[in-house]
């Protein structure tokens, strides 16, 4: 239980957080930490053993909390997408579709099996029948392929990060990645032993199962905040460079420059732009030769621009 906690204590501020982050911006993976934050929220025991009975009292805070959960890793992988630049029309209907079926799966499964009353081990208590293998190897697989493509995902970006930050939420994000589908092969293994009649081979399971899904949570978790902080990071350093590039122009926009007539702007990168095309013009009519220094500062203004 201190385990289930400390990821619902992570993701809680981690959604908090990203809310507060990625104001004004898209936010895809704050929605995807608020997600997997409900899951993990709802399955910490006293939690669960007081809110089930509320809603019927056979467990359908389970199915809840697992579609939650479905969802969450929907979002994660078209955010993470989203964040290095490789979302896709193709990518987003193929989440969608197989999101739906998932789900519809999950749920006529958990419908025709014979439910324990509130339990807190579910599976352990519910795992003979088939309709329960077929409703956790569902989402498991689903579960474990959507971290696998977004560990892929990450794998295929690594170059592009822009800082540490980045790069070190990208690594993270492909550890998540990997313990998702080592979890994915765990759990079809013990879902398949305990249909079977081999309770052997679930206990030595055990402990791989129970290293993987908080490792795969925390993993994916802190990834996704790094990525965004990361991300923030960058732009606050790019807008820098703006600023003090501008501020490093004023002299000679002042001696040279032309007045384009330009619409005002709070945004620093046009007002960088417009200096930069009324100091080439004003050169240019006046025909002055610019010393080194202000064609180095021009460059850099350039530059900085670019990176934007």
Same mark, same amino acid.
């Given at each position: 239980?201190?385990?289930?906690?400390?990821?619902?204590?992570?993701?809680?501020?981690? *959604?908090?957080?990203?809310?507060?982050?990625?104001?004004?911006?898209?936010? *895809?993976?704050?929605?995807?930490?608020?997600?997997?934050?409900?899951?993990?929220?709802?399955?910490?025991?006293?939690?669960?053993?007081?809110?089930?009975?509320? #809603?019927?009292?056979?467990?359908?805070? *389970?199915?809840?909390?697992?579609?939650?959960?479905?969802?969450?890793?929907?979002?994660?992988?078209?955010?993470?997408?989203?964040?290095?630049?490789?979302?896709?029309?193709?990518?987003?209907?193929?989440?969608?579709?197989?999101?739906?079926?998932?789900?519809? #799966?999950?749920?006529?499964?958990?419908?025709?099996?014979?439910?324990?009353?509130?339990?807190?081990?579910?599976?352990?208590?519910?795992?003979?029948?088939?309709?329960?293998?077929?409703?956790?190897?569902?989402?498991?697989?689903?579960?474990?392929?959507?971290?696998?493509? *977004?560990?892929?995902?990450?794998?295929?970006?690594?170059?592009?990060?822009?800082?540490?930050?980045?790069?070190?939420?990208?690594?993270?994000? #492909?550890?998540?990645?990997?313990?998702?589908?080592?979890?994915?092969? #765990?759990?079809?293994?013990?879902?398949?032993?305990?249909? /079977?009649?081999?309770?052997?081979?679930?206990?030595?399971?055990?402990?791989?199962?129970?290293?993987?899904?908080?490792?795969?949570?925390?993993?994916?978790?802190?990834?996704?905040?790094?990525?965004?902080?990361?991300?923030?990071?960058?732009?606050?350093?790019?807008?820098?460079?703006?600023?003090?590039?501008?501020?490093?122009?004023?002299?000679?926009? &002042?001696?040279?420059?032309?007045?384009?007539?330009?619409?005002?702007?709070?945004?620093?990168?046009?007002?960088?732009?417009?200096?930069?095309?009324?100091?080439?013009?004003?050169?240019?009519?006046?025909?002055?030769?610019?010393?080194?220094?202000?064609?180095?500062?021009?460059? &850099?203004?350039?530059?900085? /621009?670019?990176?934007?």
């Amino acid at each position: 239980m201190i385990v289930s906690v400390v990821q619902a204590l992570l993701l809680v501020a981690g *959604t908090i957080t990203l809310l507060v982050l990625q104001r004004r911006q898209d936010r *895809t993976l704050a929605v995807t930490f608020l997600l997997f934050a409900a899951t993990i929220v709802t399955n910490v025991d006293p939690l669960y053993r007081w809110l089930d009975p509320l #809603v019927g009292g056979f467990n359908l805070v *389970t199915v809840v909390s697992d579609c939650l959960m479905v969802a969450g890793t929907s979002t994660l992988l078209w955010g993470v997408a989203k964040a290095v630049g490789a979302d896709r029309r193709w990518l987003r209907n193929a989440i969608v579709v197989a999101f739906v079926v998932v789900g519809v #799966v999950v749920i006529v499964a958990f419908t025709v099996l014979d439910k324990p009353p509130t339990t807190t081990t579910f599976m352990l208590d519910a795992g003979q029948h088939p309709a329960a293998v077929v409703y956790s190897i569902a989402q498991t697989v689903y579960l474990g392929v959507a971290l696998g493509a *977004t560990g892929t995902i990450c794998v295929l970006h690594l170059r592009e990060a822009r800082t540490t930050t980045d790069l070190v939420g990208l690594g993270v994000l #492909v550890l998540g990645g990997v313990l998702g589908v080592v979890r994915m092969v #765990v759990v079809v293994v013990m879902d398949l032993a305990h249909v /079977l009649g081999s309770p052997a081979t679930t206990r030595a399971l055990s402990l791989p199962y129970d290293v993987t899904t908080p490792g795969a949570v925390i993993c994916v978790s802190s990834g996704m905040l790094l990525l965004v902080i990361g991300h923030q990071v960058s732009r606050r350093r790019r807008s820098r460079r703006v600023e003090r590039a501008l501020h490093r122009l004023t002299p000679l926009h &002042e001696r040279v420059g032309t007045d384009n007539d330009y619409p005002s702007s709070d945004d620093p990168a046009t007002r960088l732009s417009r200096v930069i095309v009324e100091i080439n013009d004003g050169a240019r009519r006046s025909r002055r030769t610019l010393s080194d220094a202000e064609r180095a500062a021009l460059t &850099e203004a350039e530059s900085a /621009l670019e990176s934007v």
